[in-house]
Every structure is written in structure tokens, then in C-alpha cells.
């Protein structure tokens, strides 16, 4: 079975612009997870999907927000976007709840 | 009491010592405790979980042992091997699984 895919790998973008990161959870996986992880801070949640609904939010700004499409694949965005939001993105999807996450390789965002 | 500790924040053994992990949580609403092995550039990978009615696991050389009572528990790896070097992370979950919350992680160098 294909494990959970991101893409892209690698982004460099400026102050001031947006970004999408996409995110493809493993086949039957319907719940998939947002996470924010930097040196200082952690991993920190950002938000989870099932079933194409937003049910938990973590304590970022309104300019991150996702989406999940009806295959639960699962689009993040993030606008205006500021240096501090250089990170790695990692997505991880699940069967079901939250509990056992498969996290893929991430999304490396650099903002300059 | 969402915050889950985790120590020591780095950690050095020789080939074939067992390095010891130790985290500790509050919210008693955790029900779920996974610990994740991260290798640089790649995603948090799962290695082993526990539920509180359960005070011991193992899988191959990694164990995870539950003090529930102190809200304690801890990943002990047995005959450490170089290619267990990376950064690894304990976690707790709630009882709804969609609260996930990851420890700061800890750095294992295994030295040849």
C-alpha cells in the first residue's frame, strides 16, 4: 500500500505571497492531519479533516487554512505569507479518529 | 495541561546500550500514547503505542512502560544499534482521538 504523498517536496517563496501544499493520505484513510514542525517550536497541529470536514483546529491565524476533497485527499494553504512560517509541513492520515497517524515526508517551505 | 514533557532533550550511548526516553502529560483525558522515530529529512515514522490499561509493551527492541497513576510513561530501546541515531518523539491523544499532541523530542545518537 502507498504510503501518504506530499507535494510538493520543496517550496521557496517570498513575503507576501500564498501557497498551497497537497497532501494524498493512504488508500482508505479518511481522516488527515496538518501539523507545523519548526526547530524552536515542534510539531504543532494545525488542523484535521474527515470526511471533508474541518473537526479540530490547532491555535494558528486565520490566514492557514485546508480543505479535503471527497477522495480525502487534502489541500492546506497559507496566505500573506510571513518568514516565521518557514517550516516543514507534514501531513498524516488515519482510518478513522486521529489515534495511529502515518505521516508523510513533508512539505519544505521556505519563506525569504 | 494540553502540553506533554518530554526528556532528556539530547541523548548520546554506546552501540548496545538501552537509551530511556521519559514523558510526562496532565490532561487525564489522554487515552492513547504513541511514540514516533524521525530521521532528518523524513516524516515522524510510528514505532510503538500504548493505551493506560496496559503498563508494558513490546515490539522487537523498543518497549514502552506506563506508570499511570504519575502520568508517566517512557520508551526504552534495547541493544541500541547507530541506525536507531534519530529524533523521537512521545505523544499523547485523547479520548475522542482528535487531540494530538506531541512531546518537544529527543535526539539519540547511538555511537559505533
Known amino acids: 500500500k502507498a504510503g501518504v504523498t506530499q507535494t510538493p517536496r520543496y517550496l521557496i517563496k517570498t513575503r507576501g505571497q500564498q501557497v498551497t501544499l497537497s497532501c494524498s493520505p493512504i488508500?482508505?484513510?479518511?481522516?488527515v492531519s496538518w501539523y507545523q514542525q519548526t526547530p524552536g517550536q515542534g510539531l504543532q497541529f494545525l488542523f484535521e479533516?474527515?470526511?471533508?470536514?474541518?473537526?479540530n483546529k490547532g491555535n494558528f491565524p486565520g490566514r492557514f487554512s485546508g480543505r479535503q476533497f471527497s477522495n480525502s485527499r487534502s489541500e492546506m494553504n497559507v496566505s500573506t505569507l510571513e518568514l516565521g512560517d518557514s517550516a516543514l509541513y507534514l501531513c498524516?492520515?488515519?482510518?478513522?479518529?486521529?489515534?495511529?497517524?502515518?505521516f508523510g515526508p513533508g512539505t519544505r517551505l521556505t519563506v525569504t | 495541561q494540553q502540553q506533554v514533557k518530554q526528556s532528556p532533550q539530547s541523548l548520546i550511548v554506546q552501540k548496545g546500550g538501552i537509551p530511556i526516553i521519559n514523558c510526562a502529560y496532565e490532561?487525564?483525558?489522554?487515552?492513547?500514547f504513541p511514540w514516533y522515530q524521525q530521521f532528518p529529512g523524513k516524516g515522524p515514522a510510528l514505532l510503538i503505542a500504548?493505551?493506560?490499561?496496559?503498563s508494558e509493551k513490546k515490539e522487537g527492541r523498543f518497549t514502552i512502560s506506563f506508570n499511570k497513576s504519575a502520568k508517566q510513561f517512557s520508551l526504552h530501546i534495547m541493544d541500541s544499534q547507530p541506525g536507531d541515531s534519530a529524533t523521537y518523539f512521545c505523544?499523547?491523544?485523547?479520548?475522542?482521538?482528535?487531540?494530538?499532541?506531541f512531546g518537544p523530542g529527543t535526539r539519540l545518537s547511538v555511537l559505533p
Open positions: 498524516a492520515s488515519s482510518l478513522e479518529l486521529g489515534y495511529e497517524q502515518y
Open positions: 488508500s482508505g484513510h479518511r481522516s
Open positions: 479533516y474527515f470526511s471533508e470536514t474541518q473537526r
Open positions: 490532561n487525564t483525558a489522554f487515552d492513547y
Open positions: 500504548i493505551r493506560p490499561d496496559v
Open positions: 505523544a499523547a491523544v485523547d479520548n475522542y482521538g482528535q487531540n494530538f499532541v
